[in-house]
Structures are given as structure tokens and as C-alpha cells.
């Protein structure tokens, strides 16, 4: 039997409810939208020095759909797409965006020993996890195959140029929210905004305070597959959270869960016993590559490498029909507000 669903994770996803509702003397602001495929939604404490929220609504709009131009792999004229469609041996001109987000994924990339790689686009659409094709179990030569038009140490940087040496196809999806969340941060920072949570495509981050002197609070999930169940909620002050996880996005056969997250070394998407990893971090863009790089070393590498590197991070390990949770000393400190 094969099963797919594909929701997207996302830890801030009870957050709403559990901020509670303001009225207006309160002076907090929120909105919405839509980016990167998914939605946005952005809070802050607004005084008598910070823009109108009219103003603040255009600026981030403007900003996200010109990340999307540039960035987006859905949009066969973007940058990032020419680049995906151009030969080996190509340099091409690229913004600071982009760049700094390769040079980020090569340092997650060398750290971690291989296991982040932004290049696992073909690998992912012969597994059925990008476009509309059913999910399937290729076989082994096909998965080969793949391979050789992958592998992030055959990409590199040029003074603003990007270059491949093979034929390789860039996915930035699992640094590019986190990315941008910063990047909103700083922008609301520089309109004299200083108490804000952002959020987008459920990566998150928050600081200052709200009023009456209350962090901001986020949930995160319980792994389950069909609802959402809030395990924990976390002040959030100067972090952001990212979550990664196997069960929002995969198919089953044979008794099997294969999920949207790949081993770069096998080629395969990983099957093991953690559910999810959370991880805190200063940077929306470094948490949300070190719970992939936690998610795919697995419960007992990716504990190792929390810890020798001194990370904020959550486990949840499937154990029999449930799941029991393992925190770093790094995470225990901040959710009680030690840090």
C-alpha cells in the first residue's frame, strides 16, 4: 500500500492562540500574507515612533517577492532557475542573497561532514518529492544516476559569481525561509521596530517584549501524523526555532516511512526512529539548517554533534506506538529562560 501527505511543518502553528488576543490599546499589530508557496505572518509592538502598519505590509511585501524573483525555483525565468537550467562548467552573476545562502549551506556542508547539501534536487523528483508524479522506490541504478548531478563540493563561489563544475541543480528550500525571517527581522529592526515575532513558512523568530512585559511564546508540535498537538511552549526572546521533522511530508510502502529528508551520502530519503528535531538558535537561517543537519545524522550522530557543538535542540524518538523527547542542556536552560 502507498500513502502520501504533504503538509508543511510548522512549529509556530498553535503560536496564535497561545499569544492570545490584544485589543488595540495594547498597540500590537499583525499581518498576513503569502510567500515561498506558503504563508507569512508577522507581529509587533507598535508606539508612536514606528511606521504605520500600511508601510511596514508594502516594505516586506516588496522584499519577500524580490527574494522570490531572484531565488524562487518555481519560476523558470528566476536567477536561481537559469542557473539550475545552465550547463557544468557555468559562473553566473549572482545577488548577496544567493551567495550568502551557498556560502552558509558550504559551511553546514563541511561541518557537518556531508550532511547538508543543497544539490539533492534529482534526487528528490526521481524519489516523486518534487512536481506532481506519484512517490516511488527507484531503482538503485537510477538512484546512481542521480547522484552524479549532485554533491555540494562542486559548487563554489567566485567573487559574485556562482560556478558548478558539474551539471547540478540548486534547492535553497531548506535555508531560504530561515534566510528570510532574518532578513524581515532586520528590516523591521531598522524601522525602529525592537519587540516583533516573525514568521515565515513556520520557521520563526521573536524578541523584545510584549506588552505588560510578556515574552513571545511558540509551540512545538507533538509529531503526529493526521493533527497537530502542541508539546511544549517556549519563550521566545533574541531566538529563532526551527523544527524538521518525517511526518508531514512522506509515503509509506511496504511498512515503511520515507520522507522528504535525504541522506546526501546514500541518496535515499532517511529511515530512522527520530520524528523531529527542534532547534534554537540566534539566526532563523542556522536553525533552520542545523535540524536538517541534526534530522539526517539521526538520534544517536545527531545527539553526538548537538552536544560537541553546543546546540539548543529537541529530539522526539519514536518509541513502540509513541514518542519520548531527549533536550540538550543548551535547550533545558532556555525554555526555562536561563539565557
Known amino acids: 500500500m502507498l500513502r502520501r501527505l504533504i503538509q508543511p511543518i510548522s512549529v509556530a502553528a498553535l503560536a496564535a492562540a497561545l499569544m492570545g488576543c490584544f485589543n488595540s490599546s495594547e498597540s500590537v499589530v499583525e499581518i498576513y500574507g503569502s510567500t515561498m508557496g506558503s504563508t507569512y505572518s508577522i507581529k509587533w509592538v507598535s508606539d508612536a515612533n514606528t511606521p504605520a502598519e500600511q508601510e511596514v505590509k508594502q516594505q516586506l511585501d516588496e522584499m519577500l517577492e524580490d527574494f522570490e524573483e531572484v531565488a524562487s525555483t518555481w519560476r523558470p525565468n528566476s536567477l536561481l532557475s537559469r542557473f539550475n ?8 552573476d549572482m545577488p548577496t542573497s544567493i551567495l550568502e545562502l551557498v556560502e552558509l549551506a558550504d559551511t553546514l556542508h563541511e561541518q557537518s561532514e556531508g550532511s547538508f547539501d543543497i544539490t539533492l534536487g534529482p534526487l528528490m523528483r526521481l524519489w516523486g518529492f518534487h512536481g506532481d508524479e506519484e512517490p516511488r522506490i527507484p531503482e538503485a541504478t537510477a538512484i546512481a544516476a542521480a547522484m552524479e548531478r549532485t554533491g555540494q563540493e562542486f559548487l563554489h ?18 535555508l531560504a525561509a530561515g534566510y528570510m525571517v532574518d532578513r524581515v527581522a532586520e528590516r523591521l529592526i531598522a524601522m525602529g521596530i525592537e519587540s516583533y515575532m516573525v514568521e515565515l513558512t513556520g520557521e520563526l523568530r521573536a524578541d523584545g517584549l510584549k506588552p ?9 508540535e507533538e ?44 541518496g535515499s530519503p532517511v529511515l530512522q526512529d527520530l520524528a523531529a528535531v527542534t532547534v534554537l538558535h540566534p539566526s532563523a537561517a542556522w536553525a533552520d539548517g542545523l535540524s536538517t543537519v541534526l534530522l539526517v545524522k539521526g538520534s544517536e550522530e545527531g545527539w553526538k554533534y548537538a552536544l560537541e557543538h553546543d546546540l539548543a535542540a529537541l529530539f522526539v524518538i519514536r518509541e513502540g506506538d509513541g514518542f519520548v523527547s531527549r533536550s540538550t542542556p543548551r535547550f533545558k536552560a532556555l525554555q526555562q529562560g536561563e539565557e
Request: net charge negative; aromatic share 8%; glycine share 10%.
Open 212 to 220: 505588560g512585559g510578556l515574552p513571545w511564546r511558540i509551540a512545538v
Open 223 to 266: 509529531p503526529r501524523d493526521e493533527s497537530r498537538v502542541a508539546q511544549l511552549v517556549l519563550p521566545l526572546r533574541g531566538y529563532s526555532v526551527s523544527t524538521s521533522g518525517d511526518y508531514r511530508n512522506f509515503f509509506e510502502q511496504d511498512g515503511m516511512r520515507y520522507s522528504h529528508t535525504f541522506d546526501p551520502v546514500s
Open 85 to 92: 537550467a545552465a550547463p557544468a562548467g557555468t559562473c553566473q
Open 157 to 174: 563561489v567566485s567573487g559574485q559569481q556562482l560556478c558548478k563544475d558539474r551539471e547540478l541543480e540548486l534547492d535553497i528550500s531548506g
